[in-house]
């Protein structure tokens, strides 16, 4: 089984001091969540300190474009996150997205992936990343076969932990092409309509503001804190409960997905 970890945020997080975090995070929580193998733009790098994640958190690339036809544009330079991978019986790997590097309007990100073990604190964790990143969203859920199965096919099928504008701003026209709003508008951007799921725990933003409702989803979950700009939900006592009681948990999703306008929810 996996555990899944999604970020999205407004927040700049490509400084070498914010990896630095993000790594004692990864370690606290256990020294084998630690990243061993670090990728940028297909170029590959040991990793055995918190130096060397951090110096390859976030890289600038020359870009060049070889078209088939006409005359090339200049080359781009364009800032690349780190991709990591850790080895053992945590093995899973790790992604900071930028969407795009050139808009500094535009949300990153942040995923993880790692084999389940009921030992470590994934709460913890993820409260941890919540606090760092102050996300717009952000999901912790252990992707179960049971869950994988039900989560079913499509553009947005729930079966890993995603992070970006997209997965909650666009729209599917009449056309069936989907859309999304114009990158200039970034008030609608990041105006969020639409979730893929419920995860077992949820951070919802100011971006979602008018799209539940906040007592009737407290009244749904195990535990709703708000902080300053950011709820935290969660749908059972223990993110076990997606294993060993799966119907509890499911039950607690539908009533917190009852909390929603209709049209929120892709599945």
Not at 107 to 129: C, I, M, P, Q
Not at 132 to 149: D, I, N, V, Y
Not at 199 to 215: I, S
Request: hydrophobic share 40%.
């Amino acid at each position: 089984m996996k555990i899944g970890l999604g970020l999205t945020t407004y927040k700049d997080i490509r400084s070498p001091t914010f990896a630095e975090d993000v790594f004692e995070a990864l370690s606290e929580a256990s020294p084998k969540l630690a990243p061993s193998v670090a990728s940028i733009a297909g170029e590959r790098f040991p990793i055995g300190n918190v130096e060397d994640f951090s110096k390859h958190w976030c890289c600038e690339r020359v870009f060049v474009v070889r078209p088939k036809y006409g005359v090339a544009p200049p080359p781009l330079r364009a800032d690349v996150g780190i991709a990591w991978r850790t080895k053992g019986t945590l093995a899973g790997h790790g992604e900071l997205h930028l969407f795009p590097s050139n808009d500094p309007n535009a949300a990153n990100g942040l995923t993880l992936h790692h084999t389940y073990a009921s030992k470590v604190d994934w709460v913890r964790l993820f409260e941890r990343l919540v606090a760092l990143l102050e996300p717009s969203h952000a999901l912790l859920h252990l992707f179960t076969p049971r869950e994988l199965q039900r989560a079913g096919t499509g553009r947005f099928a729930f079966t890993q932990a995603f992070s970006g504008e997209n997965h909650f701003t666009a729209w599917q026209a009449s056309s069936g092409d989907w859309r999304r709003p114009d990158p200039w508008q970034r008030e609608e951007r990041r105006r969020y309509r639409f979730l893929p799921d419920l995860a077992w725990a949820n951070a919802f933003g100011r971006e979602f503001h008018g799209r539940y409702e906040t007592e009737r989803l407290r009244q749904g979950a195990a535990r709703l804190e708000q902080l300053e700009n950011v709820d935290l939900v969660y749908a059972t006592e223990r993110i076990d409960d997606m294993r060993l009681r799966p119907e509890q948990f499911e039950d607690a999703r539908l009533r917190m997905r009852s909390a929603f306008a209709e049209d929120v929810f892709r599945t």
